[in-house]
């Protein structure tokens, strides 16, 4: 025990265990007493979530829960084991944000699975930001939250598509083709949560905030051909202002004014529900922005996701399987070096065809925390002194640029928790 400004608390971390309901009990009850959004243990299982605490696994005191997650970093099956951190009660009390912060070099052992940490948070000064940058998270993507008045019905348009809105039971039928164009779209980002066969239907069913939303998916067809689809979720609808928000839109791509047509089919229903606000929140990067603000909708105010590398070697050897990492690897030996990380080495400095350059990588932990995410480019980073690359031929960075290319990343509010 310690004893903070006369508040005595545990000073110990614990992890819960996976097989032990009674723990995972006492961290719902822990939960609900602070206030936070309801989760019910089958929730809490959908989702994968363990969580560290403050005191014992038996006798927690505070929560960090902890959603486990395939998270996209770019194009060509580069997945991140993410720890998703939502309601971290860690972060909400003075006390805790002290006892916790003594604690993170705890959490890579505690959390041997997790890649690293994730977590979305308003984008304002406050002392839970403050606290989450001195526990080693960095800014790696900005998210605006776009909103649009309705404060008349949408102007009347001709359609050569047919819009059909169901409930999340009736697009189980959708999932495939869901899938397809959400692809078409997405391919060539990273960010969002990885969704392959059959993803949508549960991520609604089981959503945490299943019990605040009311869902549904609004499709546009040409003739049997899906052309794009928008999840759609309506909060405070016993209120006397409900609002609609966007949480996930795709088209084709092909289709040049399928979005449009889309985002009016979703103002339309808006309208139909007595809802006279609509929202979307996306990425800086979301290839969907212009058309929202073309159409009226407003940047009032944003997110940043925040990162932080629990096991970051750990993730660069599973990026040897990837070609241009390979390649890189079979060229130089590079040492990444930044204050609140380990050394990280990738590619030995002898075998294969001979002796490697050994190339020291160096930067502060938010640009390398970024160049290992993709959300840094490479070059620009190394000409501009972000980062410095001692020993590096101008060919060492090409390849360092081709392995660990800039992505865009988005953001998806079905992704929220």
């Not at 005191?55 to 486990?68: E, F, K, L």
Request: aromatic share 8%; hydrophobic share 45%.
């Amino acid at each position: 025990m310690v004893d903070l400004g006369g508040c005595v608390v545990a000073s110990g971390i614990d992890r819960i265990s996976d097989e032990q309901t009674g723990q995972t009990d006492a961290v719902l009850q822990l939960l609900q007493t602070a206030g936070a959004t309801p989760r019910t243990a089958e929730t809490w299982r959908q989702d994968a979530m363990t969580a560290l605490v403050l005191g014992s696994a038996n006798a927690p005191i505070a929560a960090m829960p902890i959603s486990r997650r395939d998270i996209v970093v770019a194009p060509g099956d580069r997945h991140l084991r993410a720890g998703w951190i939502s309601s971290n009660m860690f972060a909400s009390r003075m006390t805790w944000r002290r006892t916790s912060r003594q604690t993170e070099e705890r959490w890579p052992e505690l959390l041997p699975e997790i890649d690293a940490l994730l977590v979305v948070r308003r984008d304002a000064v406050s002392t839970a930001g403050r606290w989450y940058a001195a526990c080693g998270f960095h800014p790696v993507l900005a998210i605006r939250c776009l909103y649009l008045e309705l404060d008349r019905p949408p102007a009347a348009r001709e359609s050569r598509y047919k819009v059909q809105v169901v409930q999340p039971a009736g697009a189980a039928a959708w999932q495939e083709e869901m899938l397809a164009v959400y692809h078409d779209v997405y391919g060539q980002y990273g960010g969002a949560r990885y969704r392959g066969p059959g993803f949508h239907l549960p991520a609604l069913q089981q959503h945490y905030y299943g019990r605040h939303y009311e869902f549904q998916t609004i499709g546009l067809w040409d003739n049997a051909t899906l052309i794009g689809y928008a999840v759609v979720g309506m909060s405070g609808w016993h209120s006397a202002r409900p609002r609609m928000d966007i949480l996930e839109i795709a088209t084709r791509q092909w289709d040049v004014h399928s979005a449009q047509e889309l985002i009016m089919a979703t103002c339309d229903l808006a309208h139909r529900r007595q809802v006279r606000q609509v929202r979307a929140v996306v990425s800086v990067h979301d290839p969907y922005r212009p058309h929202f603000s073309k159409m009226g909708f407003e940047d009032h105010w944003g997110y940043q996701m925040l990162a932080k590398w629990l096991h970051p070697q750990k993730y660069l050897d599973k990026l040897m399987c990837h070609g241009p990492v390979d390649e890189l690897a079979r060229h130089s030996a590079v040492e990444i070096t930044a204050a609140g990380l380990p050394l990280l080495k990738l590619g030995a400095p002898g075998g294969g065809a001979g002796p490697k350059r050994a190339v020291d990588l160096r930067g502060d932990a938010q640009s390398v925390t970024r160049l290992l995410l993709q959300r840094l480019e490479v070059a620009s980073a190394v000409r501009e002194g972000t980062l410095a690359a001692a020993n590096a031929s101008e060919g060492d960075i090409a390849r360092m640029a081709v392995a660990f290319f800039w992505t865009p990343w988005v953001f998806h509010m079905l992704d929220y928790i």
